[in-house]
C-alpha cells in the first residue's frame, strides 16, 4: 500500500489568516487529486495535478505539484469560515483502478 | 441531476446478519469503488471495478464483496458482518480512473455493527 502523510491533521485558525496543507509520500504518482468533504456529505473534487511542478489556482487556494511527483500542497489565503471542512488528497499510480488517500486535514476558520 | 445513490444511508445491524449497501449511478461512469471512512485514517478502498463484470480488490477487501452486473449499480455486501466494520462507508464512480479521474461520491451510508 503506497502512503500519503497529510499535515497538519488538525487546523484552528482565524479569519483572513494563511495556511498551506501538505501531502507527502515515499512514492512517485501519475497524478493527485484534492477533496473538500463536509460534514455529512462525500467529498468533492477540488482540483487534479498531474505534471510535476504543476501549479494550480482556484481563488484564494493554490495548489502545488512537487516536481518529482511525491509531494503536494494546498495554500489558502485569507481563509474564511465557508473554508471549513476536511480535506484529503488522493493519489492513482500505475495500476489506474487503485486509489490512495491520504489521513485528512480537519480544517477550522473562526469568525 | 447527475448523482450517486446510495442505500441505507444509516443502519444498525447484529454480528452476522448479513446486509447489501446498494450503491447506483446516473453518470454512465464505467468506473466505480467502494471506501471505509474511520477517524484518523482517512478514506481507504475496499473494492473496485473497472467496468461491467471487472472488479478488484482495494486495500482493505477482507470481509467484504461485490458484484457489478449492470453498468450503474455497484452493491457492498457483508456476508457476515463483525463490529470491526462499524464505518462510514461511501461509494463512488468516475467517468474513467486514474490520471485526471474525477470520482464523485454518494452522501455516505453509516454503518454500525453491535
Not at chain 1, 465557508?82 to 476558520?109: E, R
Amino acid at each position: 500500500t503506497q502512503l500519503l502523510e497529510q499535515s497538519p491533521q488538525f487546523l484552528s485558525i482565524q479569519e483572513g489568516e494563511n495556511l498551506t496543507v501538505y501531502c507527502n509520500s515515499s512514492s512517485v504518482f501519475s497524478s493527485l487529486q484534492w477533496y473538500r468533504q463536509e460534514p455529512g456529505e462525500g467529498p468533492v473534487l477540488l482540483v487534479t495535478v498531474v505534471t510535476g511542478g504543476e501549479v494550480k489556482k482556484l481563488k484564494r487556494l493554490t495548489f502545488q505539484f512537487g516536481d518529482a511527483r511525491k509531494d503536494s500542497s494546498l495554500h489558502i489565503t485569507a481563509a474564511q469560515p465557508g473554508d471549513t471542512g476536511l480535506y484529503l488528497c488522493a493519489a492513482q499510480n500505475t495500476n489506474a483502478g487503485k486509489s490512495t488517500f491520504g489521513d485528512g486535514t480537519t480544517l477550522t476558520v473562526k469568525p | 441531476e447527475a448523482q450517486v445513490t446510495q442505500n441505507p444511508r444509516y443502519l444498525i445491524t447484529v454480528t452476522g446478519k448479513k446486509l447489501t449497501v446498494t450503491c447506483s449511478q446516473n453518470m454512465n461512469h464505467e468506473y466505480m469503488s467502494w471506501y471505509r471512512q474511520d477517524p484518523g485514517l482517512g478514506l481507504r478502498q475496499i473494492y473496485y471495478s473497472m467496468n461491467v463484470e471487472v472488479t478488484d480488490k482495494g486495500d482493505v477487501p477482507e470481509g467484504y464483496k461485490v458484484s457489478r452486473k449492470e453498468k450503474r449499480n455497484f452493491p457492498l455486501i457483508l456476508e457476515s458482518p463483525s463490529p470491526n466494520q462499524t464505518s462510514l462507508y461511501f461509494c463512488a464512480s468516475s467517468l474513467r480512473p486514474g490520471v485526471a479521474g474525477e470520482l464523485f461520491f454518494g452522501e455516505g451510508s453509516r454503518l454500525t455493527v453491535l
